[in-house]
């Protein structure tokens, strides 16, 4: 049989080698954050996910709105994935912080109209991220950025844009 030129692969075939870990122990903590400060989710339903080795050096986490697949299978509306390199580096404080603030993206409406909940993801104004900042200050966050910085080798610049 003759060989087809088109069929054979050119170039490096990079695949991705990022492993997504179901996290019991994002869900307990979660599940004290929101007890704690109140945080009302409705019929929520969220997935936490560690991604290793990162979700990228500089996005330490994300909150997400589920796809209907992924809602259909899994039963989650929502999936909080953090950078797992990062996680297992930060302190139990500042992993608390992170984990409050993807949280607070999670935002389900009740529609009277149509009698059913949508979900929706907060902006990062909303004003209880301003709470949080009055509450507990920006340290966290800037321990956020200075461990990325430490862990991946990043300069001054890449550090400062190292987000959540």
């Known amino acids: 049989m003759a060989e087809n030129d088109f069929l054979e692969p050119r170039g490096d075939i990079r695949l991705t080698e990022k492993e997504l870990i179901e996290s019991p122990e994002l869900q307990q903590l979660a599940q004290e954050l929101i007890e704690t400060h109140k945080i009302n989710l409705g019929p929520a339903q969220i ?10 050096k ?3 986490a994300k909150c997400m709105k589920a796809t209907r697949e992924v809602k259909y299978y899994s039963g989650h509306d929502y999936l ?5 390199e990062l996680w297992d580096m930060l302190d139990k404080d500042t992993r608390k912080m992170l984990l409050y603030h993807e949280l607070l993206h999670v935002d389900p409406v009740f529609k ?7 979900m929706q993801l907060r902006k990062p104004d909303f004003s ?3 709470e949080i900042n009055d509450k507990f200050g920006n340290i966290w966050y800037k321990t956020i950025q200075a461990t990325a ?3 991946y080798d990043l300069d001054p610049r890449q550090e400062s844009k190292v987000t959540v």
């Open 58 to 60: 500089l996005k330490a």
């Open 149 to 151: 910085s430490s862990l």
């Open 47 to 56: 997935g936490y996910l560690l991604v290793y080795p990162n979700i990228s």
């Open 80 to 84: 909080i994935e953090v950078s797992g």
């Open 128 to 130: 209880d991220y301003y």
């Open 112 to 118: 009277a109209k149509n009698q059913e909940w949508k």
